[in-house]
């Protein structure tokens, strides 16, 4: 059990999400003689699977992928529920003593390194008493995701303080909001969207509507697969886990790169599975055919066809439009079309925030994040002893979290067998910058100039696709863009 009064850690682990067990995991074996803590601001572990709880809240990866490589995801589902992640989060970090070593309520607001010293000092704030502590690590690392836990992203819509009926965003979810029965008009058409929709539908709401300025490329996929499920049962968990792992690692990146290669064969392909599906007075041009190439924005899940289901049964209703408005009675459209409500879900996306909202010094300077360039996405340069997962945005997060967990053991591993107590990315000047996140998604472009620069080669050019990463993160931490110091 790790000690409550102990102010200071061989790692300090920000989050206790699932890149925080994936780290403390790895942590915890390599090093069992070493101390580490991880500062969660909330009151549960889990991260997005304890917060997170609007109906239908599910996963938009495979589980056999999005759990970890060390315990083998073995539920009946493939497309697990948000409530059967967050148990098998909680199993995971019981199971291996990590829950012992989590301080919640603790917020980091500020690190500073001291290269005189080889330690960071932080300053946590409590978050249930608003207290503010001092602790110190050797090494510093950030698992706490890219988005803000405390608030999603809603526009700035015109008249929205006339409607009167209830306006919720999915990421603060009230346990006891009512819409049996009632008119519930969703705003939105990515993961979150398409997973409420039909969920809402099947447990009472009277009738949903979804309302989207822009298409999504939807795809259907099986909610089980029992062919996994037999393997995981009857083969031991080592064989089991890298066989279906594989089976599903292949199939998902190698549609992704099918998607990316040749982009209208795969807009072809989506589009004859998604017709097969609809009703015949849902227009496909209309509302499933976006502006851009598969994969350009990820695409989203839907487990047995749920969303088209319901559109089928036309308890679920799809309008293509840009709102002019708010009204008292919902929402008018520029179209001149008002939609009539009981409630609005505003499902409108999420706001990104580097490392928690944390500031970082180093020797009493202040580090400018978009200043920095990633090395293989796991750690910015000229910043010592510092670390941070960001996952894949084509594929599970836990995949990428699995690489960077293995390769700071390894640099870990290297400076205790070198005497080292500093590590840090040397930034090579001729190397040209290029965005963290080459995505399209509008929370992304709304903030990405908050995030480090990534590189145009290799190590300092950001991965999203796994097997390529393999051969770059199997390599071992001598990289020459990495300067240790004793």
Known sequence: MSDSSATHFDVLIVGAGLSGIDAAYHVGKAFPERTYAILEMRDALGGTWDLFRYPGIRSDSDMYTLGFGWKPWKGRKAIA?????RS???EAARENGIDQHVRYHHRLVHAEFSTADARWTV????TDTGETLELTASFLWSTSGYYRYDEGFTPDFEG?????GQVVHPQHWPEDLDYQGKRVVVIGSGATAVTLIPALADSGAGHVTMLQRTPTFIVSQPLTDPLSYRLLHTLPDKIAGKLVRGRYLAMTIGFYEFCRARPREARALIRRMSERQLPKDVSYDEHFTPPYAPWDQRLCVVPRGDLFK?????TVDMVTDRIARFTEKGILLESGRELEADIIVTATGLNLQVFGGATLAVD?????LPETMAFKGMMLSDIPNFAFIVGYTNASWTLKADLVCQYVVKVLQHMEATGNRIVMPRRDPAVAEEPFLDFEAGYVMRSITQFPKQGAIEPWRLKMNYFKDLRVFNKPPTDPALEYSA
């Open 81 to 85: 529920d948000g409530a059967d992640i």
């Open 310 to 314: 319901a559109l089928r049964k036309h």
């Open 364 to 368: 009493g300077v202040k580090v400018s």
């Open 88 to 90: 098998y989060l909680q």
């Open 160 to 164: 929205l303080g006339d409607f009167q």
């Open 123 to 126: 300053t946590v704030e409590r």
